[in-house]
């Protein structure tokens, strides 16, 4: 019985779900921006057809963005993420063994079952219609394979959205492979790929063929596991329980250069409140505190210092971690500089059934409770309905989102309106 992993991978996410509530952007050219509407993010396979690609600079591309009709929206990160939530919780249903990889891609351990490209199908409509997101499927012998697979059912129309490996004959798989360029290979990147054009490795099948031992003394261990891979032997398993995170990092720039300090701890606040959610999400106390400020970087003499700042006790209390962090940054200010991006780090992360009971601590129960309904009202109506007052109220600092859609799917105030 051969082993089958299937990947399942939303088409052009972010764009997707704007789609999802703005029927009227279905085939009009679309582009998702970064923080403070930088960087193209997500494209739409109308802009793909424009040859524009991923990471390009927004400025760069007015006049054909003019020419073409192309609509920007900012990045809405609480509605990608909602919806990315409803559609992992719905292919759990396909699968006892899943591993959510990332915002948009999931994959399912499918060996033993039968007819996997009718199930492949059924995936796809179920999760089009009952989260209205429209997806792809890739199914093979490994993680690496399912990616190419998902690839194929994307890039060819004849495949229908659901491209199985499995049921291919050698031949097939073989044409279909010697098609894709090596640099499609999961992990593999640009500069890899340059390398091995060198040793006339331009081809998946070039990649799938060629001697493991002279790709391990060339490109060492992991992408000779890549070519094991390949050659249908699953060398990466499914990660069912995500690892425990080492850092939690919440940074932002600036939507306008920031002098004061006042500004960047009300910054600094901010990011480490969010941080602060984060950890207590996944149920960990953290036992440093790292704070960073960069200044322009077209200022002389540069200056981005960071510091590090170790807690007494680990801990998830908001009030505790904030207290470090402006601390640290009221240390490594310096006047005269114009800054343009702040951020907070969390480590020396442990599980919270770990920490070590002390003589000092703090009423620890009244702060759980505290933090605890914090994030409850938080959840409930909305995040940032209940903060601290040192965030500010009026924020010069804020990140620039001109084109911010509606968090339709977590705030009742933003919910969609029907027109008849």
């Excluded at 760069?60 to 920007?72: F, R, T, Y």
């Excluded at 200056?303 to 971690?321: E, K, M, V, W």
């Amino acid at each position: 019985m051969k082993r089958a992993i299937a990947l399942v991978d939303c088409n052009n996410f972010y764009v997707s779900c704007e789609r999802l509530f703005r029927p009227d952007l279905e085939g009009k050219p679309v582009v998702i921006l970064s923080n403070n509407d930088g960087c193209v993010v997500s494209r739409s396979q109308e802009v793909k057809d424009l040859g524009i690609a991923m990471a390009a600079p927004w400025f760069k591309l007015k006049d054909i963005a003019k020419k073409h009709g192309i609509i920007a929206l900012s990045s809405n990160y609480t509605l990608y993420a909602d919806l990315s939530s409803r559609v992992m919780q719905l292919l759990a249903q396909f699968s006892p063994c899943r591993e959510v990889y990332s915002i948009d891609e999931c994959f399912l351990e499918l060996t033993g079952m039968s007819a996997l490209s009718r199930l492949g199908q059924q995936i796809r409509k179920t999760v089009r219609q009952c989260v209205g997101i429209p997806v792809c499927v890739g199914i093979a012998q490994s993680k690496t394979l399912a990616k190419l697979a998902n690839h194929a059912a994307k890039k060819q129309p004849r495949f229908d959205g659901v491209c199985n490996f499995n049921e291919l004959a050698e031949h097939e798989l073989d044409a279909l492979l010697e098609k894709i360029g090596a640099c499609e290979v999961w992990g593999a990147g640009r500069r890899t790929a340059a390398r091995l054009q060198e040793m006339g490795i331009h081809s998946v099948l070039d990649l799938q063929r060629a001697p493991a031992k002279r790709i391990r003394a060339e490109f060492g261990v992991v992408l000779e596991r890549t070519v094991a891979e390949l050659n249908g032997t699953a060398c990466l398993e499914l990660e069912e329980i995500t690892p425990p995170r080492s850092q939690i990092i919440c940074s932002r720039s600036f939507g306008a250069t920031v002098i004061h300090l006042s500004d960047l701890e009300q910054a600094v606040i901010a990011y480490t409140s969010r941080a602060a959610e984060k950890l207590r999400r996944s149920h960990s106390l953290a036992g440093c505190v790292q704070v960073y400020i960069l200044a322009s970087p077209h200022q002389a003499p540069q200056y981005q210092p960071a510091i590090t700042l170790p807690l007494a006790c680990p801990g998830d209390d908001t009030r505790l971690l904030c207290a470090a962090a402006l601390a640290g940054l009221r240390k490594i200010y310096r006047c005269g500089h114009a800054y343009k991006k702040a951020g907070v780090v969390l480590s020396g992360i442990i599980a919270s059934i770990d920490r070590q009971q002390t003589l000092f601590d703090e009423a620890p129960a009244q702060s759980a409770a505290l933090m605890a309904t914090l994030d409850q009202i938080n959840r409930r109506m909305g995040s940032g309905t209940l903060r601290f007052l040192g965030e500010g109220i009026q924020k010069s600092w804020a990140m620039k989102r001109d084109n911010v859609s509606q968090r339709y799917t977590t705030e009742l105030g933003e919910l969609a309106i029907a027109k008849a």
